[in-house]
């Protein structure tokens, strides 16, 4: 039985492991934290991603976790509605919103008695030859593996020790994110309440009962930026909003200073020529990530599936190229669309500002609100 390290116990990690627990591989995953996690904001589960969470036998259970939010609200400084776009996907999808913490959880509760899983412990080293990789760990003891696979995210370690630096793969959009919880259920369960000032945003999330707030905003690259520095990410996010006393920022200014659950990194895009090395590949975010922009988690189990079944196909070689190959085709469009979702999403100047509010009530006029999706 070929056996295969997977670093990283989130979307795509947990994907990966279960189908190739089922077809015959014997996955083992680290994850650096000491347990699983319990903030992230929503995401969706859509397009790609449905029919394998379908064979997994888990859409009704992300289902029974979704939130409740059937649109969007544009408020202006005083906190009235602009315009509502609501929840509107391709006729016949399935879409499912839930909250990313919930979603990890699923899938490792699915893995449990199928894998093992090593919590609180790190990759520090790799060492591949032609029958394997040698596995150097901060906390375990050395392992050898048949493959390994780094589904470890934007700040990938795999990607670091097998492919090169992160400088070399990883670029800033020139957008930073933020978000935190609010410890209470929000006022209006049903819609994302968004303010917009000129190149920033600033939202509530509904979430599932534990409301979300986040900042979204352009800004260049910050000299020493940490993203592990809790005290630095809550100063730039404090540095950006100061001057905007709209809707509840202040307020929520307040939180960011008091918070010690504050999630804060680069909008960024990850681009390498191959996602493969010999015995060491990539998937998810590790291998092509657009944060934020990109249908992230979607991608992550699409890919992580279409990875499995490749590699339970063919020798890892050829199993790595074909998965590739296929799921290239997923991640480019997105790649190629990042820049402008985000001047959509965070219009720049007043001008660009006031179209984009402009083409949401015409937006909202004319395309009447879908029925929200069976939960």
Not at 56 to 62: A, K, N, T
Not at 65 to 72: C, E, I, L, Q, W
Not at 191 to 211: E, F, K, Q
Request: net charge positive; hydrophobic share 45%.
């Amino acid at each position: 039985m070929r056996t295969v390290l997977i670093s990283g116990g989130g979307i795509a990690g947990n994907t990966l492991a279960w189908w190739l627990a089922r077809n015959g591989f014997r996955p083992t995953v680290v994850e650096r934290a000491a347990g699983q996690r319990s903030s992230g904001a929503p995401v969706d589960v859509r397009g790609p991603a449905v029919p394998v969470i379908e064979a997994m036998g888990l859409l009704e259970r992300l289902r029974a976790a979704a939130t409740s939010v059937t649109g969007a609200l544009l408020l202006d400084a005083a906190g009235a509605p602009i315009a509502r776009l609501p929840m509107v996907g391709a006729a016949g999808r399935t879409e499912v919103e839930i909250p990313r913490a919930d979603l990890a959880a699923i899938l490792q509760q699915a893995v449990a008695d199928d894998v093992e899983l090593r919590y609180d412990d790190t990759i520090t080293a790799l060492a591949e030859d032609a029958g394997g990789v040698d596995v150097t760990f901060a906390r375990g003891e050395p392992q050898r593996f048949d493959l390994v696979v780094g589904a470890d995210g934007l700040h990938s370690t795999v990607r670091r020790l097998a492919f090169g630096p992160e400088a070399e793969h990883v670029r800033h959009l020139g957008m930073w994110v933020a978000g935190l919880p609010l410890g209470g259920p929000a006022d209006d369960p049903q819609h994302v309440l968004l303010h917009n000032t000129p190149g920033r945003l600033a939202s509530v999330h509904p979430a599932r009962g534990d409301a979300m707030a986040a900042f979204i905003f352009w800004g260049a690259m910050v000299d020493g930026f940490d993203h592990r520095d809790l005290a630095q990410h809550k100063r730039i996010v404090v540095e950006a909003y100061q001057d905007d006393r709209g809707w509840r920022v202040p307020e929520l200014l307040d939180r960011v200073r008091a918070a010690d659950d504050l999630y804060f990194d680069s909008v960024s895009r990850v681009r390498l020529a191959r996602w493969s090395r010999g015995r060491i590949g990539l998937v998810g975010d590790s291998a092509s990530c657009v944060s934020l922009l990109g249908e992230g988690s979607s991608l992550a189990i699409a890919g992580a599936h279409t990875l499995a079944e490749a590699l339970a196909g063919d020798e890892h070689g050829a199993a790595f190229r074909r998965y590739e190959a296929v799921h290239r085709r997923r991640t480019e469009p997105k790649q190629r669309f990042a820049r402008y979702a985000a001047g959509l999403l965070v219009p720049r100047t007043r001008l660009g500002l006031a179209a984009r509010n402009t083409a949401a009530r015409v937006f909202t006029r004319v395309r009447p609100a879908a029925p929200s999706p069976a939960r």
